[in-house]
């Protein structure tokens, strides 16, 4: 969930022509990604005080793998008398097995209804920012109040199944290292400490091994859950270590496949109003040149990565350019003042020393979100990682891509688009598969697509964090597709139906010209068919 940065096209053609002098003609550029990088944290009132968790040496023993502890949050309302054990919330360190001196931080909330329910793990993008984030302001138990007293939060993941949120890459939250070799700049890395974690949380927790196991996160994400569910996968098919009973994963507004992403912004941009027709076609002129640079970079290019980036984030920033001081993550919303969010609590509440005491992080800070992590990745960032997914499909593991219809920054529309656009053995039937409606209390919530094991949902009323958004929703979701049930107590609307109900729809008024309901709710199969109804 992070802003990015441009710079000109020439460069580009710099790094196109000059292969050799691009290296360091990327260092003289004076363009610097970590001011974009900070200027996000900014708007999300954070202020970190390191920009990385890379830290003076301290002690590595050669103890145990993994040291957690039970806890109870002070000023946890309504615990009081509440044992350790019932309670069931634990904080953890992970020593990372392939790296110099590093350990991953995480918190790990038993299932309040069940022990047998699945494990799921939640990871926050960034690249950089902690997953705390999403405990305390969109899926965890609780909620920080003004007065930094928890509040139980009645739409908690923790409700339906056993969650973790893990701080990372290395370097993230209360992760950290004492070496600076050990801060991660590919999804292979990534992926690898995160199966390391998981094979060492379980060998803690045997009995929870045998449980449904599920990825999920957002934004950023988009990358890494892709690359840990393949690597979880890959590790079961060669019997390594513990057999990790993974079932699916779930991509909240992620970024996966730039390539098909990118390109939708503009659309995006113009069919909700935020930008004219001539301001689109604009904008996109340099869309040939973004989409090559992204072929370029593939899965695993590395300066052609970096060129894609710069490139193709104009594309974004001249929307931005264009709209003010809109939020980019929920086009509903204006920045206040020079924030888009307030989550000052969040570091407010986690520096205090009776709760770093009781989470057993010592002096280490807590760095919300890093610049440092975020630049680390930036050739990481226009890889396409939706390659690994088809494999995953194909052998059962299921897929959830949902998205809240008002996020610009990793919109519904390039996620349907690349959703629609890959390439596996139900590719057709997903395509021609008819939307339903995704119903919590009898009212609709969303619109759902599925077929076999591949499922997609734009949430309405949501903007980019969608358990923030819609709690109740977003967890209905979570317990309906975990259970496999999502897209049953749902209305079907069949494709006649959805066409002469188009006619008579009373469009929604939005707070900004153009934009209804009628106007976007359309489904898009591939860059071709896409039709505005305005
Ligand atoms: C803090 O705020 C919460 C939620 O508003 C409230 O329930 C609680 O009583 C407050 N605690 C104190 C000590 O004021």
């Not at 790094?15 to 996000?40: C, D, F, G, R």
């Not at 909330?109 to 960034?126: H, I, M, Q």
């Not at 196991?213 to 060669?238: C, D, L, M, W």
């Not at 990793?410 to 598969?433: I, T, Y």
Request: hydrophobic content about 40%; glycine content about 8%.
């Amino acid at each position: 969930m992070r802003k990015i940065s441009s710079s000109p096209v020439a460069l580009f053609i710099l790094v196109l022509i000059s292969p050799l002098s691009s290296v360091t003609a990327l260092l003289q550029l004076p363009i610097s990604p970590s001011n974009q990088a900070e200027k996000l944290i900014r708007e999300l009132n954070l202020f970190p005080k390191e920009t990385i968790n890379i830290v003076d040496d301290r002690s590595f023993s050669n103890g145990p793998k993994i040291v957690e502890k039970a806890f109870k949050f002070p000023h946890l309302i309504d615990a009081d008398g509440v044992s350790l054990q019932d309670l069931g919330h634990h904080a953890g360190y992970y020593q990372i097995q392939h790296s110099h001196a590093a350990k991953m931080f995480y918190f790990f909330f038993e299932s309040r209804n069940s022990k047998d329910d699945p494990v799921v793990v939640w990871l926050t993008g960034g690249p950089g920012c902690s997953s705390e984030m999403a405990l305390f302001y969109e899926n965890g138990p609780f909620s920080i109040a003004n007065n930094l007293s928890l509040v139980w939060k009645e739409y908690g993941w923790d409700k339906v199944s056993n969650i973790l949120f893990v701080d990372q890459p290395i370097g993230t939250g209360f992760s950290y290292s004492t070496n600076r070799h050990d801060i991660r700049h590919n999804e292979k890395d990534i992926s690898n400490d995160l199966y390391d974690f998981l094979q060492a949380f379980f060998k803690e927790h045997t009995e929870l091994a045998k449980n449904d196991f599920y990825i999920t996160g957002e934004s950023y994400a988009g990358h890494y859950i892709p690359a840990f569910a393949a690597r979880v996968h890959q590790g079961n098919k060669a019997k390594e270590g513990i057999h990790v009973n993974l079932k699916g994963f779930a991509i909240g507004n992620g970024l996966t496949d730039p390539g098909i992403q990118y390109a939708a912004y503009a659309d995006y941009a113009l069919d909700v109003g935020i930008i004219t027709q001539s301001a689109h076609d604009r904008i996109n002129k340099i869309l040939p040149l973004c989409k090559s640079a992204i072929k370029l970079c593939g899965t695993d290019g590395t300066i052609s990565c970096m060129a894609a980036y710069l490139v193709c984030n104009t594309i974004f920033n001249s929307i931005l350019a264009r709209v003010g001081d809109m939020n980019y993550y929920d086009i509903r919303k204006k920045c206040e003042g020079s924030l888009c969010y307030d989550f000052s609590k969040l570091e407010k509440f986690l520096n205090q020393k009776s709760v770093r005491d009781v989470l057993g992080v010592g002096d280490i800070d807590f760095v919300s979100c890093s610049p440092t992590v975020y630049d680390a990745l930036l050739m990481d960032w226009m890889r396409n990682l939706e390659v690994g997914i088809p494999t995953l499909l194909e052998d059962g593991v299921k897929l959830l891509v949902y998205a809240g219809e008002y996020d610009l920054i990793c919109n519904w529309l390039g996620n349907s688009r690349w959703v629609h656009a890959m390439e596996w053995s139900g590719q057709k039937e997903f395509v021609a598969s008819s939307e339903v409606t995704f119903e919590v209390d009898g009212s609709e919530a969303g619109l759902l697509k599925s077929h076999g094991p591949l499922s997609f949902l734009k949430v309405h009323d949501a903007g980019h964090m969608v358990p923030m958004d819609q709690p109740k929703a977003a967890l209905e979701m979570l317990k309906r597709w975990m259970q496999g049930s999502l897209s049953e107590s749902t209305s079907s609307v069949n494709s006649e139906n959805l066409v002469s109900s188009i006619s008579d729809e009373i469009c929604v008024e939005a707070p900004f010209a153009g934009h209804g309901r009628c106007s976007s709710d359309r489904w898009m199969k591939g860059d071709a068919a896409l039709i505005f109804y305005r």
